[in-house]
């Protein structure tokens, strides 16, 4: 009699360990921002020309308390995520680094241009 619980044991034991295989082998992609949320998004840090340090704070695609962004050429057009204002497709902005994943807020920009005219505004 017990070699029947025994059994039945490692078959549970057994079905489960088939389950948790199957999900980790199962990739969902990460949410990535399409711009309709409102996100908090600061400038920290401006540590060099071409980076920046945002915190960046969205229900939908997470919490990023200190990112890394890079300056780069705007491949399409979209919205400042800091100003509202528009972006063309060209502008130059600054959009978070991408590394081994793709964080969710990947899609954001900043225009370098809003950046200029904040310094400016400060510094006056």
Request: aromatic letters at 6%; charged letters at 25%; glycine letters at 8%.
């Amino acid at each position: 009699m017990a070699d029947k619980h025994i059994d039945a044991w490692l078959r549970t034991v057994e079905d489960i360990g088939k389950g948790v295989r199957e999900v980790r082998n199962t990739c969902y992609p990460a949410r990535c921002w399409d711009g309709r949320s409102e996100p908090v998004v600061r400038v920290l840090d401006k540590p060099t020309t071409r980076t920046l340090t945002v915190s960046w704070c969205d229900a939908s695609t997470g919490h990023y308390g200190y990112q890394t962004w890079r300056v780069r050429c705007a491949r399409n057009a979209g919205t400042c995520v800091l100003t509202g204002l528009p972006i063309e497709a060209g502008d130059e902005v600054f959009s978070p680094r991408k590394g081994l994943t793709q964080p969710g807020n990947a899609g954001a920009m900043i225009a370098a241009a809003s950046l200029r005219r904040t310094s400016r505004r400060v510094s006056s």
